[in-house]
């Protein structure tokens, strides 16, 4: 087995998150725990309770490196990981200058700033950076928005993917509703630029219709696999992970399905428990090896263009 693990989060205590000021924001799981509902505290202990997960521990970015570094080295069929945000652009070019055999990195910046444009050609060109992603319902406006159109002419342009995330954002007592909470908000900028990878996370986030309906009408866009899922536990019909696999691969087939984690923080590290639960589902519902092979390593080896 070989794995790409396209969707990480680099443990920066800060981060550049869509529609916050620079370095104003905290990691997800640090701002979590200063919730004081006790419904949502119970929440988060439900969940770390289900998958055994140890404690988060605050780490420096340089202990946070090394330790992401050599879980590469611990699991020898982990041959890359993408960091989807890192602390800020230039903190994640330096990650990549620094482990450009297992780290790989896309820029994080909000859309909306007067500079983004200038700030994506910057991150993908002198910054070595491989896309850009995006939390829609953290945007200020519409991501169908014609005021945005420079940046995915940049991002066509270059032929580096466009990661967005779409759905409920969050741990309980986050976002469930916005503009752009839902996937078929970003159907026209995928007609209008179809040259354009299009990397929807999460299975779509508990908006499996609409995911599957873009993907459909859009052949330029890709789901990714990573997190918990545990937004499925909230579906008004019955959904695990069999079901997703399945109609995901009879839509669009093996080969737009791209693995992730969601990975962050220590000393979880790598979530192998993510990947056991998918793979596992994968063979179930019937993947051959080479499919699995597609879905764990060629479609994100494809998609970022490495040899």
């Known amino acids: 087995m070989r794995v790409i693990d396209s969707h990480v989060h680099f443990p920066a205590k800060k981060i550049v998150d869509d529609g916050k000021p620079e370095g104003k924001q905290e990691s997800a799981w640090v701002a979590g725990e200063k919730k004081v509902d006790p419904w949502l505290l119970a929440e988060r202990a439900k969940w770390k309770a289900a998958w055994r997960f140890p404690q988060p521990v605050e780490t420096t970015s340089e202990d946070a490196e090394k330790l992401w570094a050599a879980e590469c080295e611990n699991y020898d069929y982990l041959k890359k990981v993408v960091f989807v945000t890192a602390g800020s652009n230039d903190a994640a070019a330096a990650l990549v200058k620094r482990h450009p055999k297992q780290f790989i990195a896309y820029a994080h910046h909000d859309p909306f700033l007067p500079d983004a444009p200038a700030r994506l050609e910057k991150a993908l060109g002198e910054g070595g950076l491989s896309g850009y992603k995006i939390l829609a319902p953290s945007l200020s406006g519409s991501i169908g928005d014609r005021s945005l159109y420079p940046l995915w002419e940049i991002a066509q342009a270059r032929e580096v993917p466009l990661l967005v995330h779409f759905g409920i954002e969050g741990a309980a007592g986050g976002i469930a509703n916005h503009v752009n909470i839902n996937p078929l908000s970003i159907h026209g ?40 899922n545990q937004w499925m536990r909230w579906m008004p019909y019955e959904v695990n992970l069999e079901i997703l696999f399945r109609k995901y691969y009879e839509t669009i087939g093996p080969t737009r399905i791209l693995f992730g984690t969601d990975s962050s923080w220590f000393p979880r590290g790598f979530a192998t428990a993510y990947l056991d639960e998918q793979v596992r589902s994968m063979v179930y519902v019937g993947y051959s090896e080479d499919e699995l092979d597609a879905v764990l390593y060629r479609n994100a080896a494809a998609l970022l263009k490495l040899t």
């Open 189 to 228: 900028v995928a007609k209008d630029f179809p040259s354009l990878r299009i990397i929807i996370p999460h299975f779509g986030c508990g908006y499996v219709f609409e995911t599957l309906n873009l993907c459909w009408a859009c052949p330029n866009v890709v789901i990714d696999t990573s997190g918990s």
